[in-house]
């Protein structure tokens, strides 16, 4: 992957799009974005994101998503590929939410003591080790024990990411291939359970700014009738996944 930011806050904006819908958008939108760098030359313009998400006994996280809580957070490893062996940037990361407004910072895991295939404890002991010093350390350390946290499921899904060719701050990425595996592990064994697939036929299209909207993307939203969703990857996988009862 290319460098990429570790600290950032933003506003995000979902809509989840059935698959006719995504593409007659998505070739109206090419008027305006273009590919982000870092896939022009990659199959399909698009690349692979898996994210190991944590959660405590009571499932916090899960509960403070569907409730609609306005300052929540969560934390998730992060890599861009299903092989441990290539070499692929890790990032331990937090994401939360403040209002509207969405704060990640992330620190990267050292790239030559990569999380492989640990499971559980292990995997936390071995998060530890390689996890540099800095603020996601200190707090997950924190959370760790305070909260009893402990990876619950594994979010994979192929991203195609867009920026505006006139506002370099406004992106937009369409998330497709969704599926979720019951897994305290980043890379799952062969004898693991089967992923399950997450809102099959549908693309969650999020839209990442800055400031502001621009105008040419409110006539879209009004021209196709798009309704802004609350949605979740990792809340749908505990859902489908048996993990929670309901959203």
């Not at 698959?19 to 199959?43: A, H, I, M, N």
């Not at 957070?73 to 992060?78: D, L, P, Q, T, Y």
């Not at 331990?92 to 790239?111: A, F, H, Q, W």
Request: charged share 30%; net charge positive; with cysteine.
């Amino acid at each position: 992957m290319q460098a990429t930011k570790l600290h950032f806050s933003r506003f995000e904006f979902k809509y989840v799009l059935p698959q006719d819908l995504r593409q007659e958008l998505e070739r109206e939108l090419k008027y305006f974005l273009e590919f982000d760098p870092y896939v022009l030359t990659q199959p399909k313009h698009q690349y692979f994101v898996r994210s190991l998400y944590f959660d405590d006994p009571f499932n916090t996280c899960f509960r403070d998503k569907v409730d609609g809580l306005h300052t929540r957070s969560k934390f998730r490893v992060r890599t861009y590929t299903d092989d441990p062996s290539d070499g692929t940037p890790q990032f331990m990361e937090i994401k939360g939410r403040y209002n509207n407004l969405v704060l990640k910072n992330r620190t990267p895991l050292d790239s030559h003591n990569g999380i492989k295939y640990e499971s559980g404890d292990l995997l936390v002991s071995t998060l530890l080790r390689i996890m540099s010093q800095g603020d996601v350390r200190r707090k997950f350390e924190y959370d760790l024990y305070r909260k009893r946290l402990r990876p619950v499921a594994l979010v994979d899904y192929v991203r195609r990411p867009y920026v505006s060719r006139f506002d370099p701050e406004f992106r937009l990425t369409f998330d497709s291939e969704l599926r979720g595996t019951m897994t305290r592990s980043l890379f799952p064994g062969t004898g693991s359970s089967q992923p399950r697939r997450l809102l099959p036929g549908y693309t969650v299209m999020e839209v990442k700014f800055r400031r502001h909207i621009p105008s040419w993307f409110h006539h879209l939203i009004q021209a196709y009738e798009l309704r802004r969703v609350s949605v979740s990857k990792i809340c749908h996988a505990m859902v489908s996944l048996g993990i929670e009862a309901d959203l």
